[in-house]
């Protein structure tokens, strides 16, 4: 009898919601999610963030030389040497796939001449991109001195989202093993791209004060979904977990095709598929008005209107 009530505990253990913070995102549509405003250290997944910023400042052919400094960070690294030369592209893979902190703060200085440089080009990439509850501290998410870099679920899935439109950082985030400079070869540290063949892309983190965070991506059937946690343990099989569940529910369908339209002698111009995320046996219904010198364009995405007008030409 009393190995009969264990194994139910047990049971009852395993069927027990999980107590993770965590967010879905597709398409733009927060799809499930549980207190995504609330803000936190995220640790290393801000360097999500540092990539974008470098990828979008600088060529990732430059050379870049270490110097004392950088071999002086602490915490996770590349154990880089002082005086040895990396191209950038090789510090974003080392930052990306080993969350190097010298990493960090050799494409920081690099590419904003100084840290604190950097880190204003940080907050403004933040601010351009809607993350209103983000304060970013340092390019590499340390917050043993500084507080570290302050964000939320849903701002940091939209940095993800961001990043990736970004080809290169797509291609760094989605591979396993690099081979760098000075015969390093550096492994990515997220296991769920093993684990499960849609994850495309994502990035670990852990301090001692946020707990582990992790932020990945996935793609399925044309559609890609993000999801970030704070604080669960077993956060690969959560984003597995998640990730399944927003390709078994839903689906994009294409409402107008990219393209040149003609409408009463003038055109429309669609520069990209408009596209929306539907439940998967849901419909959706396109209503195309005409107003002055424009089209409305008028859709339910979900449970929300969604209006756009595009020009006439």
């Known amino acids: 009898?009393?190995?009969?009530?264990?194994?139910?505990?047990?049971?009852?253990?395993?069927?027990?919601?999980?107590?993770?913070?965590?967010?879905?995102?597709?398409?733009?549509e927060v799809l499930a999610g549980d207190n995504i405003h609330q803000t936190q250290s995220v640790a290393s997944i801000s360097k999500v963030m540092t990539a974008l910023v470098a990828l979008e400042s600088a060529d990732v052919s430059n050379i870049v030389t270490i110097d004392h400094e950088t071999t002086l960070q602490i915490g996770s690294s590349l154990y880089v040497q002082e005086n040895e030369q990396y191209s950038l592209l090789s510090l974003l893979y080392g930052l990306m796939l080993r969350s190097g902190n010298d990493a960090a703060y050799a494409i920081a200085t690099h590419v904003g001449k100084d840290v604190d440089q950097f880190v204003k080009m940080m907050n403004d990439k933040a601010k351009e991109l809607g993350m209103n509850d983000t304060v970013f501290s340092n390019p590499s998410g340390l917050d043993e001195t500084d507080g570290g870099n302050i964000s939320s679920l849903y701002d940091m899935a939209l940095c993800m989202q961001a990043a990736m439109k970004n080809e290169i950082f797509r291609m760094i985030v989605n591979t396993r093993q690099y081979a760098a400079e000075n015969q390093r070869v550096w492994l990515n540290k997220n296991r769920l791209l093993g684990m499960y063949e849609s994850c495309n892309g994502g990035k670990t983190g852990y301090t001692v004060k946020s707990g582990k965070t992790l932020i990945t991506s996935a793609y399925e059937n044309g559609l890609e979904s993000i999801v970030v946690s704070f604080r669960e343990g077993d956060y690969f099989m959560l984003h597995k977990r998640l990730h399944e569940d927003v390709y078994l529910k839903y689906k994009t369908v294409l409402l107008i095709e990219k393209g040149t339209y003609k409408i009463q002698n003038k055109r429309l111009t669609i520069q990209e598929d408009i596209q929306s995320l539907i439940p998967i046996d849901g419909e959706v219904f396109v209503e195309v008005l005409l107003e002055n010198d424009a089209v409305l364009i008028r859709y339910k995405n979900l449970d929300t209107v969604i209006e756009r007008r595009e020009p006439l030409t």
Do not use: N, R, W
Not at 5 to 11: D, P
């Open 1 to 28: 009898m009393k190995k009969t009530i264990v194994f139910l505990m047990m049971l009852l253990c395993f069927e027990m919601p999980l107590q993770a913070d965590y967010i879905v995102l597709s398409e733009g």
